[in-house]
């Protein structure tokens, strides 16, 4: 059974359609990925999930349960949350604050602190900046708190929008590790990614989308050698 489904999706900026009659799945335990041009509808999916966008037509389905009339924070309560692009943080806030935000639809406050600490383990340079304005990060530290953030909500689906957006190739690499290693142990995410081919060597399926509809889905590695996505996406 799916985590995640999405229902003949279609959503508009004014008269603009961004995304049309879309229709996809995420499988509990998957990492799935979004491609495609500039404008093709990807980040708009991700806010539409996190019902940031209002919905013209169509259906989000999270473990069975319609959630296309939900509010945010309902949605988040229920186990969805987002690390958007740009990363957003709190910048005059601390990154032991932009934690604490995270948190802001719990009220266990022991499991609370015990997972600021996990946070801190799995980003330990986070826990050396903890008391600097998150502003003052650097843009890979920034990227850390963004998900970290996302994290404490306790999700168990993560929407990552763009997270190698902006980032040194090492940092980008490092990231992608931490992607996967949230996944090994449970999580499950939908991904948006510029960078195509490295989206598609670390997730399990891909949907590529142009002009808000979706034109290919399949398996990440078959996709990979697909000629059609080669010469569209991925520079070969």
């Known amino acids: 059974m799916a985590l995640l489904e999405l229902e003949n999706l279609t959503v508009s900026y004014e008269a603009i359609q961004a995304v049309r009659n879309l229709s996809l799945e995420v499988r509990e335990g998957e990492i799935v990925t979004l491609i495609g041009a500039n404008g093709a509808g990807k980040s708009t999916t991700l806010r539409a999930v996190s019902r940031l966008l209002k919905v013209q037509t169509g259906r989000i389905r999270f473990d069975g349960c319609d959630i296309t009339?939900?509010?945010?924070?309902?949605?988040?309560?229920?186990?969805?949350?987002?690390?958007?692009?740009?990363?957003?943080?709190?910048?005059?806030?601390?990154?032991?604050?932009?934690?604490?935000?995270?948190?802001?639809?719990?009220?266990?406050?022991?499991?609370?602190?015990?997972?600021?600490?996990?946070?801190?383990?799995?980003?330990?340079?986070?826990?050396?900046?903890?008391?600097?304005?998150?502003?003052?990060?650097?843009?890979?530290?920034?990227?850390?708190?963004?998900?970290?953030?996302?994290?404490?909500?306790?999700?168990?689906?993560?929407?990552?929008?763009?997270?190698?957006?902006?980032?040194?190739?090492?940092?980008?690499?490092?990231?992608?590790?931490?992607?996967?290693?949230?996944?090994?142990?449970g999580t499950t995410i939908l991904l948006v990614e510029q960078n195509a081919k490295l989206a598609m060597q670390h997730s399990h399926r891909t949907y590529v989308l142009e002009a808000g509809q979706i034109t290919f889905s399949g398996l990440s590695q078959e996709l990979l050698s697909d000629e059609r996505v080669l010469r569209a996406y991925l520079g070969d």
């Open 69 to 185: 009339g939900h509010a945010p924070d309902a949605v988040v309560r229920l186990g969805i949350a987002q690390s958007p692009e740009g990363r957003q943080v709190l910048a005059l806030q601390t990154v032991q604050d932009n934690l604490e935000l995270g948190a802001y639809v719990r009220h266990d406050h022991v499991a609370i602190k015990e997972d600021i600490a996990r946070m801190y383990r799995l980003f330990p340079r986070l826990e050396e900046r903890r008391e600097q304005s998150a502003g003052t990060l650097s843009g890979g530290e920034q990227q850390m708190l963004a998900i970290a953030r996302a994290l404490m909500s306790r999700p168990r689906l993560l929407l990552l929008d763009e997270p190698s957006l902006g980032l040194a190739p090492l940092i980008v690499l490092e990231i992608f590790s931490i992607i996967r290693d949230l996944n090994a142990g």
